[in-house]
């Protein structure tokens, strides 16, 4: 499957979104011109790649001057990268973590969540 281009991420915490499992880091670092934030890697359990990415990605404005964005962005199974929503928000994990959560309840009708494990990513 087709995900961002990441080097590494500090874990901050997992989820069981049965039959699926995420991963959420943060402190990403990327690999190329993409500036990733955070990122919500989902598995389906037992299975060894990824089968869909929530990420928080730092936008260029729609100016020189403008200041940079966060966007909410998914790469999904077939993969493509859709840009959702820009806003100073997704620079917030906790924010950007329920946001993600629920996309992927809605998009793989899952109605319970259960936090594995958190961690201190400091």
Known sequence: MHGPFMRSGVPVRQYLLDPYFAV???QVEGVGPV???HVLVVYKTGEPEPVF???AELERGDTATEPRVPCLCVFAEDGTHSHLE???EWAD???FAARAVEMVKERYGVTEVLP???TDPS
């Open 86 to 88: 820009r806003s100073a």
């Open 35 to 37: 500036e990733l934030l």
């Open 24 to 26: 959420l880091l943060t």
């Open 93 to 95: 994990v906790e924010r």
């Open 53 to 55: 990415f929530v990420t």
């Open 116 to 118: 594995l494990h958190d």
